[in-house]
């Protein structure tokens, strides 16, 4: 009789291999009284309410008690939502979250009137509370703010805006409904002869079927479903999008993308340069998957064969233990004081969650605050080698807010989007550069350098041809073109002949995925993946071959949290994405690849 491995009870773990959150609460009694302070503190936001343009000493004051309530609310939210993701099935837990949740809500009600009151203080008044010593430590916070100024309208402006928020989320809300829930893709039979139910979780797993007839009827079966739907879809999207517009008008941007960029700072140049980039190296693309089409064996290549790995994962065994030593060989050229403290915490400091566990979260999370570690939720699996990058990937994420909250104080601690994607993909780029410089058998070379390759073709190219589509149709918006269901698949294909080019065959509904994709209801966000890759690219190489310096300018990026605009933070560490050499080079990079694997298939 076949044995059956059962998945444990959250009780069956050993400690070791659990995160310890007493660090931040010893105990849920401590939650409940941290929760009691922070309902206390709310009202004290009444007492600065029609003070704030008073004096300099006034505002820091404000400013003070606003970091003392985020750092216990922060404390609080983090330890709920990682004691609910330990077991997603725990009432007890997904009730304390649900509580904090709403009195972040009654909390954030509260202070909405700290940021229009601050910008509503004259210029001239401002300017000299901005030279006081008083508010030197804010400067940085208080000039962000000020930069929306000439965004901001009247208070009953504000208000009727902010009246509209539940309704200009509507959108949103009907397509993950619609998406998440109602959407039904039937079965699916893998290659073990096994009924899989298909979902918008197991669509990817069996489009890397090493069976073919399984990809094409996950494909088949998943867009159906799409299209069935798909007059609905297109008109959720086109009604956000329809609404990005609208709020960028109101607030007298120039267009709903130059709104969306505006707060981190980032010029349209960024975005155009990073499209043309692409576009200029998309023979490699064609190129690349004339090379998939060869090693497949296939007549013709289509969409549901681009996942597969071309060389199929042999067996690996990859202990936790064994994972941690790898990553910190591969992150040495950090020197120290970063292996030293990473090693640590995933080792006996008890910074992550390492094995599944009944009910628990899927996938992989790095979550903390400013005063507990970097907690990392795994599902760590020592047969699958991407178990190995994904720990690899949180640990960056997780170093990026050790060294940031270790460097900054609480309210310059907080990095960006822009930037967050970067420590993770860079320690990636070291840990499969360590494995390179050492695999001996030909076949693993390949499986290294085709994962690479997909990595790049995934989060630089197909996330820029979905930025490209974001302009494209935020544009037609602009410009009263109708946003219908054929005008937008007519769009979305038109990309996807760009850049597939005749080396991939288009099949029937696949310029449907322009209306399937969650980021595109948070406008002009997917960018950030782009940029953020061929950043990491370009500083892992620059430590890989450089030498103290290099070094130690990306443990200063990584220390500066959020004490700078994000493109002046790359810039300092030696990335300048106002010029089109950051992705050129990443381009290039993603070249040499497939031309080595040319050789190696």
Not at 53 to 58: I, M, V, Y
Not at 310 to 324: D, H, L, Q
Not at 469 to 475: D, F, N, P, T, V
Request: glycine share 6%.
């Amino acid at each position: 009789m076949m044995k059956k491995k059962s998945v444990p009870l959250r009780s069956q773990l050993k400690a070791v291999d659990t995160w310890d959150l007493t660090r931040m609460f010893p105990a849920d009694g401590s939650w409940e009284l941290g929760y009691k302070k922070l309902e206390g503190m709310i009202p004290v936001f009444d007492e600065f309410r029609g003070t704030l343009g008073h004096s300099a000493k006034r505002l820091r004051a404000c400013c003070e008690f606003e970091v003392k309530f985020n750092r216990l609310a922060e404390l609080l939210g983090v330890y709920a939502y990682l004691k609910s993701s330990e077991d997603v099935t725990n009432n007890v837990y997904q009730g304390m979250l649900a509580r904090f949740s709403y009195l972040a809500t009654i909390a954030a009600e509260k202070a909405s009137f700290i940021e229009p009151e601050i910008q509503a203080i004259p210029k001239k008044k401002m300017a000299a509370f901005l030279e006081s010593r008083e508010l030197a430590p804010y400067r940085f916070n208080l000039e962000k703010l000020m930069r929306f100024r000439p965004h901001i309208l009247s208070g009953k402006e504000e208000r009727v805006l902010a009246m509209q928020g539940e309704v200009a989320g509507s959108a949103s809300k009907i397509f993950g409904q619609l998406n998440d829930a109602d959407l039904k893709f039937g079965f699916v039979k893998n290659e073990d002869g096994v009924q899989v139910e298909l979902t918008q979780s197991s669509f990817r797993s069996l489009l890397e079927s090493p069976k073919r007839a399984v990809r094409k009827e996950a494909f088949t079966k998943f867009y159906t479903e799409y299209a069935d739907h798909a007059n609905t879809i297109a008109a959720t999207l086109s009604s956000s999008v329809l609404q990005d517009v609208y709020h960028a008008r109101v607030r007298n941007f120039s267009s709903a993308r130059a709104g969306a960029l505006f707060g981190e700072k980032v010029p349209d140049a960024v975005y155009d340069s990073l499209i043309e980039a692409v576009h200029a190296n998309l023979d490699t693309v064609y190129r690349y998957l004339a090379l998939r089409k060869r090693a497949l064996r296939v007549d013709a290549l289509h969409a549901y064969d681009t996942y597969v790995p071309i060389i199929p994962e042999g067996k690996v065994n990859i202990p936790y233990a064994k994972a941690v030593d790898t990553i910190c060989s591969a992150l040495s050229p950090l020197g120290p004081d970063y292996m030293r403290t990473l090693r640590a915490g995933l080792l006996t400091g008890r910074w992550v969650d390492r094995y599944e566990n009944r009910g628990k979260r899927s996938g992989a999370f790095s979550y903390g605050c400013y005063d507990s570690p970097p907690y990392i939720l795994m599902n760590y699996k020592p047969e699958v080698q991407d178990s190995m990058f994904t720990l690899a990937h949180e640990a960056g994420h997780s170093m990026h807010s050790f060294y940031s909250a270790k460097a900054q104080p609480y309210h310059y601690s907080h990095y960006t989007i822009f930037v967050a994607e970067v420590a993770s993909t860079f320690n990636e780029q070291l840990l499969n550069a360590h494995l390179l410089d050492r695999v001996k058998d030909k076949k693993d070379r390949a499986r290294l350098i085709n994962r690479e390759i997909d990595e790049i073709r995934g989060t630089i190219i197909r996330q820029t041809m979905f930025a490209e589509y974001e302009k494209i149709i935020h544009a037609m918006g602009e410009q009263g073109e109708p946003l219908t269901l054929e005008s937008l698949r007519g769009e979305y294909m038109k990309l996807l002949q760009t850049y597939f080019g005749t080396a991939m065959v288009l099949d029937p509904n696949l310029d449907l995925e322009g209306l399937r994709i969650p980021h595109f209801y948070h406008a002009f966000y997917v960018y950030k993946y782009a940029t953020g890759l061929s950043a990491a690219i370009a500083l892992s190489q620059a430590v890989l071959h450089g030498g103290t310096r290099e070094r130690d300018r990306y443990l200063a990026f990584l220390k500066s949290g959020g004490s700078k605009y994000p493109l002046d933070q790359l810039r300092a560490a030696g990335v300048d994405l106002e010029k089109p050499e950051p992705v050129a080079n990443a381009m290039a990079h993603f070249k040499a690849l497939v031309e080595e694997l040319e050789t190696l298939v």
